[in-house]
């Protein structure tokens, strides 16, 4: 672990490469996702699962920003290690709900000068406790701004049921619309269980002359409690073919987690054969989950 750090902001050295550009190749590409520790104690663990999901060689690999509650105390720190001591690129997630606008200077300052020049610019969920800042409302926002602050390659998030606060399918396509136009690169869809609801949200996006590439997330559902959390936080909608799966194999932890990898292999397999370039994974800290769907796609994708 570093201790204090003052970001000035000037130091441009070890800049990775920018995601636009990892996903324009032509061969299929995979990332994946990790999340950072909340406290100091569990760093090492986490950049050690980290350094084994980057040694397969993904295209990127995505770190969140205060997920599960905390702000984004590691955020920063992880993504730089993780490039440095792989070489692989990373995108550090920021979000703004709960932030002011020096906040989010300041974080900008830091990525920079951590040479993090790819971010991925979310609202954030609102808290349960409903205590926001009120600089921004909107995820729209912080990527105009994140655009003004300098050469950042930028994401967006994208919801291919309509995100659960937004009523209308249709609005929530025109706010994304707003969002891309503010500066978005590209976009990382939520989670889906079944893929024809990713490729009709294709056709609605670019019917709404949404233009960017959209990276399909695919997440490996390993235990019953972990699709339960999932629906409750995103409202996703689970196939009766998926539901009989978890419903026959949730009780049996080994069986779970070997038909849930299988599943969004079989999903992937399933998007790269419809003609989708690259996937997000959302390998969330677990390199042998990872490692398991590369091996069920050694002959489909090669990193
Ligand atoms: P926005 O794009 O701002 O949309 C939020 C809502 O506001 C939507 O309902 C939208 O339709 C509506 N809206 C947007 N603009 C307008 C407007 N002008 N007028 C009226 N309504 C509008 N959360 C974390 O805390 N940390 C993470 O690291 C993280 N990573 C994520 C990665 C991905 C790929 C995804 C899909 C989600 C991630 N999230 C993360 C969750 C995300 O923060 C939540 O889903 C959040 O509720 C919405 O964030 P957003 O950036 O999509 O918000």
Redesign the pocket.
């Known amino acids: 672990m570093t201790g204090t750090i003052v970001f000035t902001g000037k130091n441009d050295y070890n800049k990775c490469m920018k995601i636009i550009d990892t996903i324009k190749s032509d061969r299929v590409t995979l990332s994946f996702?990790v999340?950072p520790p909340k406290t100091s104690d569990k760093f090492e663990d986490v950049l050690r699962a980290a350094g084994e999901i980057a040694a397969l060689k993904p295209s990127y690999i995505?770190?969140?920003?205060?997920?599960?509650g905390g702000r984004?105390r590691f955020?920063a720190e992880l993504a730089q290690k993780i490039h440095l001591d792989s070489g692989v690129p990373v995108l550090a997630?920021?979000?703004?709900?709960s932030s002011t606008r020096e906040d989010v200077a300041s974080a900008l300052c830091e990525y920079r000068e951590r040479g993090l020049n790819n971010v991925?610019?979310?609202?954030?969920?609102?808290p349960e406790d409903g205590k926001i800042e009120h600089d921004y409302?909107?995820?729209?926002?912080?990527v105009e701004e994140i655009r003004q602050s300098g050469d950042f390659c930028i994401?967006?998030?994208?919801?291919p049921e309509?995100?659960?606060?937004?009523e209308h399918k249709a609005?929530?396509i025109?706010?994304?619309k707003?969002?891309v136009d503010a500066g978005c690169d590209f976009?990382?869809?939520?989670?889906f269980f079944d893929n024809n609801i990713f490729y009709n949200f294709l056709y609605r996006a670019k019917d709404a002359g949404i233009q960017v590439p959209i990276i399909p997330?695919i997440m490996p559902i390993t235990t019953a409690r972990q699709l339960s959390r999932a629906v409750a936080?995103?409202g996703t909608n689970v196939p009766e073919r998926f539901r009989a799966i978890v419903d026959k194999f949730g009780p049996d932890p080994k069986a779970m987690r070997q038909a849930g990898i299988v599943y969004a292999s079989e999903q992937i397999i399933d998007l790269v054969a419809n003609g989708v370039r690259h996937i997000?994974v959302y390998s969330m800290n677990k390199p042998k989950v990872a490692k398991a769907i590369l091996d069920n796609l050694s002959y489909i994708i090669t990193l």
């Open positions: 996702e999340f995505s770190v969140t920003y205060g997920a599960g984004g955020t997630h920021l979000t703004c709900v991925l610019a979310l609202r954030g969920d609102i409302r909107y995820a729209s926002e912080l994401g967006g998030a994208c919801y309509g995100h659960i606060e937004c609005d929530d025109a706010h994304l707003t969002k976009l990382t869809t939520q989670m997330g936080m995103s997000h």
